[in-house]
């Protein structure tokens, strides 16, 4: 069945550090979503990319979809605390289904 | 707001005595979903419905059922926990119209077995 293997899975930065965790899928993925998981919450959707390349931005934050649609990277720049988390993507798998990854965890030195 | 929303938020209860987790949505979305979450670990789908149409996962032990008598509503059942059962069970909802859409979480209900 179809994987997305996410890495790292652990991250520990200096406060004002980036921060990139990366996605890869074992197929063609018709789309990929983030989300992102405070401690001790629920997972929350941040965003989701459909097209091959698509770049976009939240503020600090910025998703990349790759060419062949199989990988997807999310940017942090100039981390805060607030940042601290679980990031997840996910690939859409049929109109109905995601398959997370394993989630990268995010800690932050202030 | 709340749109989904998940009770017990703590649940308790014995090796092999049944448990009934429930999930009610404020959204009406068409899915529904229920995923088992270990601790640092990613969300594990165990099944969905589609309306009323149940979609098992293929490695959804048979102990874990599932209930959705309307729209709003939907239960989890586990018929004899074991302790390895015990984790984090996430509602999920989402629109569909022939694309994925964003999935909405609940809470999350923690259920400890002893």
């Known amino acids: 069945g179809q994987q997305v293997m996410q890495i790292p899975q652990y991250q520990h930065v200096q406060e004002g550090e980036d921060f990139t965790t990366y996605c890869n899928s074992s197929?063609?993925?018709?789309?990929i979503q983030w989300y992102k998981q405070r401690p001790g919450g629920h997972p929350v959707f941040l965003i989701q990319l459909v097209k091959s390349g698509e770049v976009k931005k939240q503020k600090r934050l910025t998703f990349q979809f790759g060419e062949a649609k199989k990988n997807s990277s999310l940017h942090i720049t100039a981390t805060q605390t607030t940042d601290v988390g679980t990031y997840f993507c996910a690939g859409g798998q049929g109109a109905q289904k995601l398959v997370f990854g394993q989630g990268t965890r995010l800690t932050i030195n202030p | 707001d709340a749109m989904v929303i998940q009770n017990p938020r703590y649940q308790v209860t014995q090796f092999g005595k049944p448990v009934t987790l429930s999930c009610s949505q404020t959204l009406n979305h068409n899915v529904m979903y229920w995923y088992q979450q270990k601790s640092s670990q990613a969300p594990k789908l165990l099944f969905h419905?589609?309306?009323?149409?149940?979609?098992n996962e293929a490695d959804t032990p048979d102990n874990f059922q599932s209930r959705r008598p309307n729209t709003s509503f939907c239960f989890l059942d586990i018929r004899s926990p074991g302790l390895g059962d015990a984790a984090m069970y996430l509602c999920?909802?989402?629109?569909?119209?022939?694309?994925?859409?964003?999935?909405?979480f609940g809470p999350g209900t923690r259920l400890t077995v002893t």
């Open positions: 999920a909802t989402s629109r569909t119209a022939g694309t994925t859409y964003e999935q909405y």
């Open positions: 197929t063609t993925l018709s789309n």
């Open positions: 419905y589609y309306d009323k149409d149940f979609n």
